[in-house]
């Protein structure tokens, strides 16, 4: 059976009770396939992630799901991206206050949860209660709680996740409770279904000719990524429509731009392209998108990005390949850092790459 560590805080600001112990208090020791440890946090920065990896040391868990109070919020609401930031307007249970200091010394900008954010948000909703994605955890013990956790479970196979409630009292507890539930029932089905499409990771990434079949195969599953939004504003989850993604596909069709299905055995779980390729310069630009959240983070879109770097420079005969990626994109940033690429130049929204046949 595998493990669930679950945690919530301890009061802090002069308050009796902090809602995420109240409802964490409300989890029975087993839900679907995960036994339920629970332990609860102190509201002091550093100790918190201390005090949940000593314990993680113990139970050894496959999860961890952290809840946090949230005044003033009305929804539930699953955090996508912790931040390495500290910057306290109370002073936490430890007399501590700092001010823009950083959760980790060096550490990147912002690390990404690992548990399917999207799904938990959408199974609260399903449970009757209001939930929606959360793109920011706050400067406070909360967001470092995360941020540390996230940091030190960095490639491992320790998934974590952080759950802002807000302030709730008597039957509210218990209906949140529930419904969290139901967004933990989804972390075992994903583990499941991840198993099935991708068993033991064996199964080598291809790339494939994009195909119109392929791309509305493609979409059907698709996400969008906030991640790559400068400005949350214009964010807003996809929809898939049959003519739209007709339109997408043949706008495509460029003789200047070559358009791959990056596939999972005889799955499309991404696409990418070579665009702008200028045969007299010889050198093109890649973009490249993962479908969802089950796509990422596994070294898929690396790997299709070295291939289809080869075939840049053996099958079209480049010299060059670029690379411009959204300055907040650093899971992206990685994968291209990862393939060989070499960053440019910042300018704008963009980080800029370039990788020349013979240096990578």
Not at 68 to 83: D, H, L
Not at 238 to 262: G, K, M, N, P, T
Request: aromatic share 8%; with cysteine; hydrophobic share 40%.
């Amino acid at each position: 059976m595998k493990t669930l560590l679950i945690t919530g805080f301890e009061p802090f600001g002069g308050q009796a009770v902090n809602t995420s112990w109240e409802v964490v208090k409300h989890f029975p020791e087993k839900i679907g396939d995960f036994r339920i440890v629970t332990l609860q946090v102190p509201v002091v920065f550093e100790r918190a992630a201390e005090t949940v990896i000593e314990k993680a040391n113990d139970v050894h868990p496959d999860a961890i799901l952290c809840l946090g109070q949230a005044a003033g919020r009305t929804a539930i609401t699953p955090e996508y991206v912790a931040i390495n930031l500290r910057n306290a307007s109370i002073p936490d249970n430890a007399g501590n206050e700092p001010k823009d200091a950083p959760v980790v010394e060096g550490g990147p900008d912002a690390i990404f949860a690992t548990l399917p954010v999207r799904k938990m948000a959408e199974a609260i909703t399903q449970a009757s209660m209001p939930a929606e994605v959360s793109y920011s955890a706050g400067t406070y013990v909360c967001n470092d709680l995360m941020y540390g956790l996230l940091h030190h479970y960095q490639g491992t196979g320790v998934k974590v996740g952080f759950i802002h409630v807000p302030e709730l009292e008597g039957q509210k507890i218990s209906d949140a409770a529930q419904a969290i539930t139901e967004a933990i029932k989804v972390l075992d089905s994903d583990n499941q279904e991840e198993v099935t499409l991708h068993p033991q990771n064996t199964d080598p990434v291809t790339l494939h000719p994009m195909t119109r079949d392929l791309c509305h195969r493609l979409f059907q599953k698709w996400e969008n990524d906030p991640s790559i939004y400068m400005d949350m504003s214009l964010f807003k989850p996809f929809v898939y429509r049959e003519d739209a993604v007709d339109r997408y596909f043949d706008s495509r069709q460029e003789a200047s731009r070559i358009l791959f299905a990056v596939m999972l055995a005889d799955r499309p779980i991404g696409e990418l392209q070579l665009k702008q390729i200028d045969c007299d310069r010889k050198e093109c630009t890649l973009s490249i998108h993962m479908q969802n959240d089950a796509a990422k983070g596994r070294g898929y879109g690396t790997e299709a990005m070295r291939l289809a770097i080869r075939y840049a420079f053996e099958e079209l005969g480049l010299d060059a390949v670029n690379a411009d990626i959204v300055r907040k994109n650093l899971r992206s940033q990685h994968a291209a850092e990862k393939a060989g690429f070499r960053f440019v130049k910042e300018e704008g929204d963009f980080r800029y790459y370039r990788l020349e046949q013979g240096l990578k």
